[in-house]
Protein backbone atom coordinates (compact mmCIF):
# COMPACT_ATOMS: atom_id res chain seq x y z
CA UNK A 1 0.00 0.00 0.00
CA UNK A 2 1.03 3.80 -0.65
CA UNK A 3 1.23 5.83 2.02
CA UNK A 4 -1.55 7.95 1.18
CA UNK A 5 -3.99 4.86 1.05
CA UNK A 6 -2.08 3.41 4.77
CA UNK A 7 -3.97 7.40 5.40
CA UNK A 8 -7.15 7.08 4.48
CA UNK A 9 -7.28 3.50 6.18
CA UNK A 10 -6.13 5.60 9.56
CA UNK A 11 -8.98 8.16 9.11
CA UNK A 12 -11.57 5.73 7.99
CA UNK A 13 -10.74 3.75 11.37
CA UNK A 14 -11.08 6.75 12.81
CA UNK A 15 -14.07 8.11 12.19
CA UNK A 16 -15.65 4.35 12.36
CA UNK A 17 -14.22 4.90 16.07
CA UNK A 18 -15.52 8.39 16.81
CA UNK A 19 -19.06 7.74 15.21
CA UNK A 20 -19.14 4.44 17.45
CA UNK A 21 -18.16 5.46 20.46
CA UNK A 22 -20.56 8.26 20.10
CA UNK A 23 -23.41 5.94 19.11
CA UNK A 24 -23.22 2.50 20.62
CA UNK A 25 -23.97 3.60 24.67
CA UNK A 26 -27.05 5.84 23.25
CA UNK A 27 -28.37 2.19 21.32
CA UNK A 28 -27.24 0.18 24.20
CA UNK A 29 -29.28 2.24 26.51
CA UNK A 30 -32.29 1.72 24.57
CA UNK A 31 -32.42 -1.66 24.51
CA UNK A 32 -30.75 -2.66 27.78
CA UNK A 33 -32.60 -1.18 30.79
CA UNK A 34 -30.06 -1.92 33.16
CA UNK A 35 -27.51 0.22 30.62
CA UNK A 36 -29.62 3.11 31.07
CA UNK A 37 -29.17 3.03 35.11
CA UNK A 38 -25.16 2.67 34.16
CA UNK A 39 -24.99 5.38 31.67
CA UNK A 40 -27.08 8.10 34.32
CA UNK A 41 -24.72 7.00 36.83
CA UNK A 42 -21.72 7.77 34.64
CA UNK A 43 -23.74 11.30 33.64
CA UNK A 44 -24.09 10.02 30.13
CA UNK A 45 -27.91 9.84 30.13
CA UNK A 46 -30.13 12.56 32.17
CA UNK A 47 -33.29 12.07 33.77
CA UNK A 48 -33.85 15.24 34.08
CA UNK A 49 -34.87 18.20 30.74
CA UNK A 50 -34.83 15.09 28.71
CA UNK A 51 -35.21 16.26 24.65
CA UNK A 52 -34.34 13.29 23.60
CA UNK A 53 -36.22 10.22 25.38
CA UNK A 54 -34.22 6.54 25.18
CA UNK A 55 -36.45 4.87 27.48
CA UNK A 56 -39.30 5.91 30.44
CA UNK A 57 -36.69 7.38 32.83
CA UNK A 58 -33.96 8.51 30.81
CA UNK A 59 -32.23 10.40 27.85
CA UNK A 60 -30.68 13.31 26.26
CA UNK A 61 -30.68 16.80 27.13
CA UNK A 62 -29.93 19.66 24.87
CA UNK A 63 -26.01 20.03 25.80
CA UNK A 64 -25.74 16.15 24.88
CA UNK A 65 -28.13 16.30 21.63
CA UNK A 66 -25.41 19.44 21.00
CA UNK A 67 -22.19 17.17 21.54
CA UNK A 68 -24.44 13.99 19.67
CA UNK A 69 -24.50 16.49 16.81
CA UNK A 70 -20.83 18.07 17.04
CA UNK A 71 -19.30 14.46 16.39
CA UNK A 72 -21.36 13.53 13.47
CA UNK A 73 -20.66 16.59 11.76
CA UNK A 74 -16.87 16.13 12.53
CA UNK A 75 -16.95 12.17 11.71
CA UNK A 76 -18.90 13.56 7.84
CA UNK A 77 -16.42 16.57 7.94
CA UNK A 78 -13.33 13.55 7.88
CA UNK A 79 -15.40 11.32 5.29
CA UNK A 80 -15.32 14.30 2.94
CA UNK A 81 -11.86 15.25 3.51
CA UNK A 82 -10.80 11.42 2.51
CA UNK A 83 -13.39 11.15 -0.09
CA UNK A 84 -11.66 14.40 -1.47
CA UNK A 85 -8.25 13.53 -1.23
CA UNK A 86 -9.08 9.53 -2.90
CA UNK A 87 -10.76 11.73 -5.54
CA UNK A 88 -7.57 14.25 -6.24
CA UNK A 89 -5.32 11.07 -6.09
CA UNK A 90 -7.16 9.39 -8.98
CA UNK A 91 -6.80 12.60 -10.87
CA UNK A 92 -3.14 12.96 -10.77
Partial sequence: MTQNSDDDDFFNWFVLA???AAIAPVL???FVPAAQDFLVRWHVLVT???LIPLG???GLDFGRCLIAVAVIVLAIVVVVRVARRRSMQ???
Fill in 48 to 50: DHV
Fill in 18 to 20: IVG
Fill in 56 to 58: PTA
Fill in 28 to 30: VAK
Fill in 90 to 92: RQR
